[in-house]
């Protein structure tokens, strides 16, 4: 069996950040799996075209593609039903869609504006260009002006963690006693932003912190040792 | 076997409105089962103190007090498991504690602000001073001013169930192709809603309001036939 994964780098090859890609990673180590990495860049779309994706994770099982983190982390619970489970079961598979579109919106969606200047400089120049161009675009407006209010912006940031807070109070992980998927939803934001930018998301007091150190620690430190800031 | 639910009720006894209450109210449904209806009101505290509990719900099987919407939930899960289950499995369980606290954070949180002013009318004179003064307290200022700005503030309500639509676009329901307490926590926010206050917290062509519309139909229209506003 051959797994391969597109992974999205920057000038560093050794250094994926796409927290999509985090997604990804994490739950193929849950399932004790290993990919290689195809180390892919924002500007080699005609690299990933042949497998009908625009954009990464995607996995190769065999040759065969599978796009979108969402698919895939399904794909892995269906096509490896006896190793550890991502979902817990079919009502953990249905709760987790609404946790992965939280992932996107509240963790990736919040995280984003306060690193999104610092992105560029881990990019080659070519890659710098087009992330600028297309994320300036959208919002309409420097990066830089973006990014300007962060220390505002992450006040708001850690206010919209206390779902996170509560969940802690009576669990260890989102997944329950041990992580599973719904705790690689919101990890991958995290992984992303410690990978791209120095900028400090978290305090050192917040439950969120200790959470999250437990999962770079998970897989024998497999987050922790990839390349990153210390946050 | 005998089952009874203490709900909070105002001057209608008929009219349970507490969220937490309707959590359990539906959960109570799924499983098949029927507890008799206890009325309680707010300022009625000796009659659950004996129960362990300041507020409701408090369910009684036969006679053993089991206190809190989520701890009654996982009560029922365990005590009735050849019954339809709430969390399909452990990991829906497990992710469902998140989901818990996004509904009393995110719904109910965000709707208590909406709907403030308009509770007192429907709760007796000692429970409307008892309720106006706690309440006013907590927000530190009167209730109308609370309200007043409803009409912007159920704006950035709807903005934050964008987690519910995205969810949608794969499946009916939070807990999967049938509803289950991840919906029921989420639906008891919005029933609370609808039997106290007229105003309209949904658009018609939210697929949100479409979702709620069927969980008011749910269990012969129980919520539905409770009565409340038309919105």
Redesign the interface.
Known sequence: MSLKLYELVGTDASRPFSPYCWRTRMALAHKGLTAESLPWRFTEKSEIAPHGSEKVPVLLHDDKPVVDSWTIANYLEDHFPDRP?L?????????????N??G???IIGGIFPLIIADIPKNLAEVDAAYFRKSREARFGKPLEEVQASRDTGVIAFRKSL???R??FK??A?????AP?Y?DYIVFGGFQWARVVSPFRLLEADDPVYAWREKLLDAFDGMARKSPGFAV
Do not use: C, H, P
Not at 87 to 99: I, N, P, V, Y
Not at 173 to 177: F, R
């Open positions: 489970s979902f817990g079961g079919e009502g953990g598979r249905a709760m987790a869609r609404m946790l579109a939280w996107d919106i509240a206390e779902v996170m509560q969940t009576t669990q992980y989102l997944g329950g006693s599973n719904a």
